[in-house]
């Protein structure tokens, strides 16, 4: 049975303070018992637990690891789901492993957030972005970035294949009409750096496939909801590449 995961400033010190320690305590977790203390960025350290307290838990460390992260980064586009999705998205995502998540606001996003809410909702992402990690014992837990909007995403974009210096797109957009599987894809062409676009419920317009100048790619012959496609996406990306 794999140990229960925290998340840790210093994994090395089998100190938890905070909201992690609390979370701990609700969990009932008892001193003999061993977890994993991880930093979110790779580092993990198998810890027995000596003492517990709503505000602080201390243990042994046993074994400390590095885990690396996994190659080719995967960055999940996330065009904003209705209500609950949205969470579901981000959670289906983290267990599919990407590496980072950003929301997209595009021209057929039904879900709107003002921009006196867009920080409440980013954090609602992270948060969730971070119980999803811990369930899924990952000891990378994805960033989750500021929400972008479609002309906003075609910048990063063209940022990310400038910094490639080459004319390969490395941006992969799922779409019910493309003609080209994702099986096909020529993963190493795209290098160490992949981009998947998951758009809204009213599917992606051509004039916006235009603006982005992402390759479309089809999963298969059923239309997947945009709250699951990223983590059919993903473990697709995985089983086509290294990552598995």
Request: with cysteine; net charge neutral.
């Amino acid at each position: 049975m794999s140990l229960p995961y925290f998340l840790a400033d210093d994994p090395a010190s089998g100190v938890l303070t905070g909201a992690e320690a609390k979370h701990a305590h609700v969990k009932r977790i008892e001193p003999g018992e061993h977890i994993m203390l991880v930093d979110g960025r790779g580092s993990a350290a198998v810890t027995r637990v000596t003492s517990v307290t709503p505000s602080r838990v201390d243990g042994v460390v046993e074994k400390q690891t590095r885990v690396p992260q996994p190659s080719p980064r995967v960055t999940v586009v996330q065009a904003v789901p209705k209500g609950e999705r949205a969470e579901l998205a981000v959670d289906l995502a983290v267990q599919g492993g990407a590496d980072a998540i950003v929301p997209w606001i595009s021209h057929r996003t039904i879900s709107r957030w003002p921009v006196n809410k867009q920080a409440k909702q980013v954090e609602k992402w992270r948060a969730q972005a971070l119980s999803s990690a811990k369930q899924a014992r990952r000891a990378w837990v994805p960033e989750v970035r500021e929400p972008v909007t479609t002309n906003q995403l075609s910048v990063l974009l063209r940022g990310a294949k400038d910094e490639r210096r080459g004319d390969e797109c490395r941006a992969l957009v799922l779409h019910e009409d493309a003609t080209d599987s994702i099986r096909d894809v020529d993963f190493a062409a795209l290098g160490e750096d992949i981009w998947l676009i998951v758009g809204p419920e009213g599917g992606i317009g051509d004039d916006e496939l235009e603006v982005l100048g992402a390759h479309p790619v089809k999963l298969g012959p059923e239309v997947l909801r945009t709250a699951s496609a990223a983590f059919a996406g993903l473990c697709a990306i995985g089983a086509l590449t290294a990552r598995w």
